[in-house]
């Protein structure tokens, strides 16, 4: 298995509640993942999701620094929306949380099968401007969905 220096990663100020949420996640990613259509070893899918920490780890914690968001939320919804980056989106688009193009995006986009077969996708020029759109999104979302959150 893997470690991850909780006070780094997590911001929350018990101890407790960090390893509680972190572990959630992470079995919630794991239930997730392991439902695919081609089972992966527990063991392959350990190293899938350390290998994605390791590469965005420091995205995560960077935009946990800039907007308040706790880098493991970040990493977690990371992992689960782009398959621990190797998602179609993930690759072609640098996608890593799927969001969609709506009509005031003004970037390049990608079309993909997902609610519809023609469903646009915002295209980001690297992973750093996915996770800090992500970032933004939670943090500004024009309904107010998440302020309660972070």
């Known amino acids: 298995m893997f470690s991850i220096r909780y006070s780094t990663v997590l911001p929350l100020k018990n101890r407790d509640l960090k390893k509680y949420y972190f572990t959630l996640l992470l079995a919630l990613i794991c239930t997730n993942l392991l ?10 899918l350990n190293q899938r999701i350390f290998d994605y920490i390791t590469q965005y780890e420091f ?37 890593h949380f799927g969001i969609k193009c709506k009509s005031d995006w003004t970037g390049e986009k990608v079309i993909a099968d997902d609610d519809t077969p023609t469903d646009c996708f915002r295209k980001y020029s690297d992973v750093y401007q996915s996770y800090a759109d992500h970032s933004d999104f939670l943090k500004n979302h024009r309904l107010h969905f998440y302020d309660h959150l972070f």
């Open 59 to 95: 995205l995560a914690i960077s935009e946990s620094q800039r907007v308040g968001i706790p880098a493991s939320i970040k990493l977690a919804q990371g992992i689960l929306e782009s398959r621990y980056g190797d998602s179609d989106l993930a690759v072609k688009a640098n996608n």
């Open 35 to 44: 439902g695919q259509k081609r089972q992966v070893s527990s063991t392959e």
